[in-house]
C-alpha cells in the first residue's frame, strides 16, 4: 500500500495522484511511492494509458528542501540515485502518458512532468527549474530531458535563471503541449488517454520505445532500433488484426487484442 501516491484505474486509464498537500512535496518517500505505482501500472493489463496528476490547485512544487538541507554530501550520493529513479519508473511507462499541470510544477516538480510523454497545462500553470537559487541544479533529469525537449539554448535560460514559466510561454518554447482553463485540463488528459483504450498495445509500446531510444543515439543507431522494433511486431496478433481489417473493411476498423 502507498499513502502519497494512489493509483486509480477507470474504464483502461490509470490516473496517478500525488496526495501529499498542501504542495505535493516530492520527499524520499513521494519519491519511492512513485517507483512502485509507476511499476504497477506499466505492467497492469488494465492499464491503456496513464495520467499523472497532482490535484486541482498544484502538480508538485519541487523536492522538499528541508529534507535535503539536512543531508551530507555521503547521504546525497545514496539518494541522489533515488532522485533519478522516480523520474525515470514513470518514464519507462511503456503505454502512453500524460501530465495534468496545474499551479506549480517546479524543480523536481517540473522534471517529473517531463518523464511524461505529453504536457497539458491549465492558464495558471507555473513550471521551472530554480535549483540555481538553493546553489544547485537540477537532479532528476532536468539538465537532460528539459534540453531534449526545448533544446540546450532554452534549456540554459532556465535553469541558469531559475525562472518561472507561465503556461502560454511554456506552450511556445515547447514545455507543455495544450494550454486549458484549469477545470477543464483533467478531462482533456482523461480522454486522450481513453483514445488508446482497447488499441494495439505492443504497437505503443514499441512506437514509444523506438522515440526515447533513438533520442538517445545518433540516427543510424536509431533507424535499427527503428526496425527491430517495427519488424518485431509481425510477430503479434494485433499485426494480423490491423492488417486483415484494413484489407477487408479498410482504415480504422480494427479490433485489438493487445497481444
Not at 488517454?193 to 504497437?203: K, S, Y
Request: glycine content about 12%; aromatic content about 6%; charged content about 20%.
Amino acid at each position: 500500500m502507498t499513502q502519497l501516491v494512489q493509483l486509480d484505474v477507470t474504464d483502461g486509464v490509470g490516473v496517478i495522484r500525488l496526495d501529499r498537500p498542501p504542495m505535493n512535496a516530492l520527499d524520499a518517500q513521494l519519491q519511492r511511492e512513485l517507483v512502485k505505482v509507476a511499476r504497477e501500472a506499466d505492467t497492469r493489463d488494465d492499464v491503456a494509458a496513464v495520467v499523472l496528476h497532482g490535484g486541482p490547485k498544484v502538480f508538485a512544487a519541487g523536492a522538499d528542501v528541508k529534507e535535503m538541507a539536512a543531508m551530507t554530501y555521503q547521504q546525497m550520493v545514496a539518494h541522489g540515485h533515488l532522485l533519478q529513479e522516480f523520474t525515470r519508473a514513470v518514464a519507462s511507462i511503456g503505454k502512453p502518458t500524460v501530465s495534468v499541470v496545474t499551479g506549480f510544477a517546479l524543480g523536481g516538480g517540473c522534471e517529473l512532468a517531463l518523464s511524461t510523454d505529453l504536457r497539458f497545462a491549465a492558464e495558471n500553470a507555473k513550471l521551472g527549474q530554480p535549483e540555481i537559487l538553493l546553489g544547485i541544479i537540477p537532479g532528476a533529469g532536468g539538465t537532460q530531458r528539459l534540453a531534449r525537449l526545448v533544446g540546450p539554448s532554452i534549456a540554459k535560460d532556465l535553469v541558469y535563471t531559475g525562472r518561472f514559466v507561465g503556461a502560454e510561454e511554456a506552450l511556445r518554447i515547447g514545455l507543455v503541449d495544450r494550454v486549458l482553463p484549469a477545470d477543464e485540463v483533467l478531462e482533456a488528459a482523461l480522454a486522450w488517454a481513453r483514445g488508446f483504450v482497447g488499441g494495439p498495445a505492443l504497437a505503443l509500446r514499441a512506437a514509444k520505445s523506438a522515440i526515447d531510444r533513438g533520442l538517445e543515439t545518433d540516427l543510424q543507431t536509431g533507424l535499427e532500433i527503428e526496425r527491430i522494433e517495427f519488424t518485431g511486431l509481425f510477430a503479434t496478433d494485433d499485426r494480423s488484426a490491423g492488417m486483415d481489417s484494413f484489407v477487408e473493411n479498410g482504415p480504422g476498423k480494427a479490433t485489438f487484442s493487445g497481444s
